[in-house]
C-alpha cells in the first residue's frame, strides 16, 4: 500500500522535472547558463515576494541538472522533461469575445480580436511511453500566433507567439523553492530513505493535491477542463491585477469513443476531429483581493468569491492531426509561460522557477537532438 502510494507521488512528482532532469542531465556541456541577474524580478504591489533562497535554489537546481548531464547524456532521445507525451497537436482558432467588457480588455484581450493558435495535449507522467489509462494530470498548451507586443523571451520558432499553458488540475503540489529543490534532489538521489522525507517536504496539502493530480482518469482531451495554476499580471501601470486563466469545453462529453489500446486518447481525439469540430470557452478568474496569494498555488482560488468569466472561444475545426509530419512539428514546439507579453506576466515563485528550466530544457532538448524549434501555423 504504501509501495503503492510512493509510485503514485513519484509518478505525479516527476511531471515537471524527473524525466526532463534525467535527460537533461544525460546532455554533456550544455551551452545553457543561469544567470542570476536575469532571475525575474519581484511585483510586490500584486504581493510578490522572492523568497530567500529562491534564486540559489534555482541555481542549485540547474547545478543538479548539469551534474548529471555529465553523466548520462544520451544523443538524439531528448524529449521534454515534463508532459513527453502528445496527444496530438491540433490547429485552432482563438476568438476574443466582441462584447468584452472593458473591464476584462488588457493587452491579447481586445475585444474581436482573433488569433491563430496550435495546441499541443498531452499527459503529465514522465513516462512518454506510458498508458493512457492510468491516472495522470493532463497538459494543455495553447499557442497563439500574431501577437504584438515585445515578449519576455521569444519563441525561437515563431518570435510573435503568445503561451497559455495549462493542466487539468486547478492546483500545484507544491509552493516552495527550497522544498521543490530538496524534493528532486531527493529524488535523483536513489536513496530510498531519502524519499521517506518527501510528504513532510509537500506537507499534507502538497500531498492531498498530488495524490488528486495523479488519480484523475479521462475518455478524451477534448472534455476536460484545463487551468494555469500560477497567476498572471491582466493590464499595466497602475490597473494591472492578478488573474489565473482556465479553458473549459464549450459543449457535452461525447460518449461511445474507443477507449482501446495505450494511446487511445490521441486515438479519440482524432475520431472526433475527423467528422466534426470542438470548442473551448476561455477564461479568467481575476483575483478579489490580496487575501488570494499569488504565491500560494497549492489552493485552487475559491471560485465562489473569484468567478471564472469566459473571455475567448477556442475553435478546432474538423482536422487530421495525427500524419507523421504534424506529429515531428509537434514534438518541435516549444512552450514557456515566458512567451509573454508584459501584460500577463507569469507572477509568483513557480513561474519565476519555470523561467530558468523551461528556456533550459527546451534548448537542450533542440541541442541533443539536433532540432530546432518548428511552428504549426494555419496555411503552413
Ligand atoms: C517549478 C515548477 C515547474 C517546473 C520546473 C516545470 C518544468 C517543465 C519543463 C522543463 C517542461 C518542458 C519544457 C520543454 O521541454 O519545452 C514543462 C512542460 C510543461 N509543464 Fe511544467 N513545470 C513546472 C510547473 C508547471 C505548472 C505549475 C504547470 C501548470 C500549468 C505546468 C504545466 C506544464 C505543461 C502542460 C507542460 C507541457 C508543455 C508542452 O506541451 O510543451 N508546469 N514543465
Redesign the pocket.
Known sequence: MLGDRFEKFFRLARP??FY?ISVLLAVPGSAWAFDPATYPKADSTLGEVIGPTEIADAQALLDNLKEKIRHDYIKGLAR????PK?HGCVQAEFAVRPDLPASLTAGLFTPGATYDAVI?F?N?SPNAAGDDHNGDTR???TKLYGVEGKKFFEDPGAPDAHDF???SSPY?FVNDSHG?TDFFQRVNSGKTMKLFKIPFILGWKGTVNAAKMLGQKINNPLDVTY????PYQFGEGDGRRAVKYSATPCSDPVSGETTDGPNFLRHAMQERLSTTSACFDFRIQVRPDSSFDVED?ITAWDEAKAPFVPVARISIPEQQFDTPEQNAACEA????PWHAIEAHKPLGT?NR??RV??QA??EL?FEMNGTQAAEIRKGQ
Not at 227 to 230: A, E, G, W
Open positions: 515537471c522535472l526532463s521534454r522533461d515534463a508532459h502528445a499541443r498531452s503529465g497538459g494543455m498548451a499553458i495549462q493542466i500545484f521543490y487551468y494555469s495554476v500560477t498555488v514546439l516549444t512552450y514557456n513557480i522557477m519555470r528550466v523551461y530544457i527546451s532538448r
